[in-house]
């Protein structure tokens, strides 16, 4: 789905302001080490959808059940940060193109071996 020009602003900054919480205020040992790779949100704003990678694939579901038990915390967060009518609806993804383009990767090296 295409976004509007303002939906897509809207997402870089709780993309930008997001990385900087979980990374300086969050303390939930479950999420650990991840890098958000999108944000899409909805065209009224309400919802957003946020993307998130892992190192370990064996970390993911951790992490994942961190994030959501975090949402609270990092909606209030996003609140006082982003002046907002208001503040979407977070929604965390497992963000599997990362993964599936290191596979294919090992993929062609494989074959260009050949």
Do not use: W
Not at 43 to 61: G, K, R, W
Not at 72 to 98: A, C, M, N, W
């Amino acid at each position: 789905m295409r976004s509007s020009g303002r939906a897509q602003k809207v997402a870089d900054q709780i993309q930008r302001e997001l990385s900087e919480i979980l990374h300086r205020e969050l303390r939930d040992p479950r999420v650990g080490m991840i890098t958000l790779t999108g944000v899409d949100v909805s065209p009224d704003c309400s919802h957003a959808t946020v993307y998130f990678t892992c190192l370990d694939s064996a970390h993911v579901e951790q992490a994942g059940k961190g994030l959501r038990h975090a949402t609270g915390f990092l909606r209030s967060q996003l609140g006082r940060r982003i002046k907002l009518f208001t503040t979407p609806e977070l929604h965390f993804k497992y963000d599997e193109s990362v993964e599936r383009g290191a596979r294919l990767s090992q993929l062609i090296d494989l074959a260009n071996k050949h």
